[in-house]
């Protein structure tokens, strides 16, 4: 391996490369402006098989969505492993992972959400008043927008109009799904 | 999520629809192709709504549990005011 290669000091930035590609979708993080960012002296072969081992531990870290026990014990076998990593590199991966590991997972779940997501939410309260003709007086009733989207698509805006009643039941809905989360989230 | 705690509806919808029907499911997604272990819970919710016309459309979303503690919330805060107006 070379010399470059072993240091540490542009693997972080190697690792967020990789992390804004393999994760977050950005597009244009190709494996030659990479080298020629961060490894500018490693030819193109040597590199290669080096993004490769980087991108794949870094994947199994996320999917595995490992602890810090879990993380340990891995990058430990790593560096035990021939052809595997040095010891300073399993602690930069060790920092990169603390640091990335929760946008990591929330990109990850946005990635598995195929349905849309509730991006926003605003209401008003007004107060109805009728004609003096008309028998229903002071009718309040509840607008609320919902902002609604697909995963890179654009919004789509839904808006409710809702009376005190319709409220009410919607409100005792909510509460049953919180009774839910609830009994979900007790320790077994 | 964006929160409203001082509302302003400027709606973006020129429609207004009532809600006829909310349905709920509390889900786990437990693994997907790019990570097995996801492990994580979710509110899935199906709305059926009316417009003006009459016409019945279903509208579904996700949330996230911090999300639908948002909504919950939110729900109560305009509970509470409608019941006062």
């Known amino acids: ?188 | 999520m964006e929160e409203s705690s001082e509302p302003q509806l400027d709606a973006k919808s020129k429609v207004t629809n009532q809600l006829i029907n909310f349905q709920w499911k509390l889900g786990m997604a437990v693994s997907s192709d790019s990570c097995r272990s996801l492990k994580y819970p979710y509110v899935a919710v199906m709305l059926k709504v009316a417009d003006h016309s009459g016409q019945v459309k279903n509208k579904s979303f996700e949330m996230t549990i911090p999300q639908f503690q948002n909504f919950y919330r939110q729900f109560k805060e305009i509970a509470a005011i409608i019941e006062t107006v």
Request: proline share 4%; hydrophobic share 35%.
């Open chain 1, 1 to 188: 391996m070379a010399a470059e290669l072993e240091g540490s000091k542009s693997l972080s930035g190697l690792l967020s490369g990789l992390a804004q590609d393999t994760f977050y979708g950005h597009p244009g993080i190709t494996e030659e402006l990479l080298r020629s960012q961060l490894y500018p002296e490693v030819s193109p072969e040597e590199f290669r098989p080096f993004l490769m081992k980087m991108k794949g531990i870094l994947k199994s870290i996320a999917s595995a969505d490992m602890d810090f026990n879990q993380l340990e014990a891995f990058l430990t076998a790593q560096t035990k492993k021939q052809g595997g990593i040095t010891p300073e590199q399993a602690a930069v991966i060790s920092k990169f992972w603390k640091s990335h590991k929760t946008k990591i997972r929330e990109s990850l779940m946005n990635q598995s959400r195929w349905d849309s997501g509730l991006r926003g939410l605003s209401w008003r309260v007004d107060g109805k008043s009728q004609s003096r003709h008309s028998a229903q007086i002071h009718a309040p009733v509840a607008i609320m927008e919902l902002e609604i989207g697909k995963s890179g698509q654009e919004s789509e805006f839904l808006c409710l109009e809702f009376d005190e009643l319709k409220v009410n039941q919607v409100l005792k809905k909510l509460s049953e799904v919180e009774e839910s989360i609830s009994t979900l989230m007790q320790p077994a």
